[in-house]
């Protein structure tokens, strides 16, 4: 496969994320739609994040593990991970911290907001590989 072809898989795990997974109009909106994911199961959950195994697919078949690629694995992971426990001390009715002033104030999340984090990411995977 030719780095054209990953990119555009990676593009293509990105926008459905973007529109499948990141749906919402508020926090708390985009909250509900993640416990929605999460009721269905950890496995299920997971799946529904296809870009970061697309970014460690891309990593191991390049044999390309440089800072950019690493960040990003790093950073995915990290919103996955953040994503979960949330939805986990929500699941327990566990004290949310700082969550819950957000989920209180019922933050707009706009979508050019949520596309800037998707082209964020894309760039990134671009910049590693096509150089």
């Known amino acids: ?4 072809v990953i990119f555009i898989i990676y593009i293509s795990c990105e926008l459905f994320e973007l529109f499948y997974v990141q749906k919402g109009e508020t926090v ?3 909250i509900l739609n ?5 009721e269905r199961g950890i496995v299920y959950f997971l799946c529904m994040h296809p870009s970061f195994y697309a970014a460690i697919f891309a990593a191991i078949y390049f ?3 440089s800072f950019l690629i690493m960040l990003l694995i790093i950073l995915k992971a990290s919103d996955i991970i953040l994503k979960l426990i949330l ?3 929500i699941a ?3 004290p949310l911290g700082i969550f819950a002033q ?3 104030r019922d933050i707009p999340l706009n979508f050019p907001l949520k596309a800037a984090v998707t082209l964020f990411y894309a760039v990134i ?3 590693n590989f096509a150089a």
């Open 125 to 127: 995977f671009y910049i």
């Open 102 to 104: 957000m989920l209180e």
């Open 28 to 30: 708390s909106s985009y």
């Open 1 to 4: 496969m030719t780095f054209q």
């Open 63 to 65: 044999n390309n593990f």
């Open 34 to 38: 993640l416990s929605r994911l999460y």
């Open 92 to 94: 327990k009715a566990e």
């Open 87 to 89: 939805l986990d001390k």
